[in-house]
Nanobody, 131 residues
């Protein structure tokens, strides 16, 4: 069973930075596009950023462009979200997710803002930004 484990969340003040990591196991990360999602209280889950299997293509939500950077280290089975200049509006649970290799929606290209058929999710890591 594929496993995704997020880490790096915490409580910070506005303007600070955090670095989230997602470590994947039981899957060859190099074959998969990966993405970060977030869900704030009372809001729907949204795509924050995604990265293609090769790392050559990325997507960012408008709200995080210029502040967040997604990257991947396939050798370490890790996808990272560097978050700078955090704002209170970034407060949410952040999730790492991907699709199955045989997904009808494909598993190699970026997605966002619309997304379909995510097959594997981590349990999430909480980011709280105080003003």
């Amino acid at each position: 069973q594929v496993q995704l484990v997020e880490s790096g969340g915490g409580l910070v003040q506005a303007g600070a930075s955090l670095r989230l990591s997602c470590v994947a196991s039981r899957m060859p990360v190099r074959m998969y596009a990966m993405g970060w999602f977030r869900q704030a209280p009372g809001k729907e889950r949204e795509v924050v950023a995604s990265i293609s299997y090769s790392g050559s293509d990325t997507y960012y939500a408008d709200s995080v462009k210029g502040r967040f950077t997604i990257s991947r280290d396939n050798a370490r089975q890790t996808v990272t979200l560097q978050m700078n200049r955090l704002e209170p509006e970034d407060t949410a649970v952040y999730y790492c997710a991907t699709r199955d290799l045989w997904s009808a929606y494909g598993c190699s290209d970026v997605w966002g803002p619309v997304y379909y058929g995510m097959d594997y999710w981590g349990k999430g890591t909480l980011v709280t930004v105080s003003s």
